[in-house]
């Protein structure tokens, strides 16, 4: 399991893989707004594991986008951070897509 934290963008998706949490997401938060310039897909298919604080960034992330004119959803939710979105009540705010 990787303990580090990778994105790459692709066209207007952003990839994430790794584990998103408190140690590892400095640096994507210091980059975010660079980052998220026409993101309307974030892809988290690849990430290994999520925690709260993973779990907030990814919120604000989707808040960037709104601030930018985009409504961007999620790909790639597996059952864990499913668990944790609904235990935070999330649903309408981290929508998956297909």
Do not use: C
Request: proline share 1%.
């Amino acid at each position: 399991m990787s303990d580090q934290l990778s994105w790459r963008l692709e066209a207007n998706q952003l990839h994430l893989s790794g584990e998103l949490q408190r140690e590892t997401l400095l640096a994507l938060w210091k980059q975010r707004e660079t980052v998220m310039k026409q993101i309307d897909t974030i892809d988290v298919s690849e990430l290994d594991r999520v925690d709260s604080a993973g779990l907030a960034l990814l919120v604000h992330l989707r808040q960037i986008a709104l601030q930018q004119g985009k409504a961007p959803q999620f790909t790639g939710i597996n059952d864990k951070l499913h668990s944790l979105i609904t235990l935070y009540n999330l649903q309408q705010i981290i929508v998956s897509r297909g």
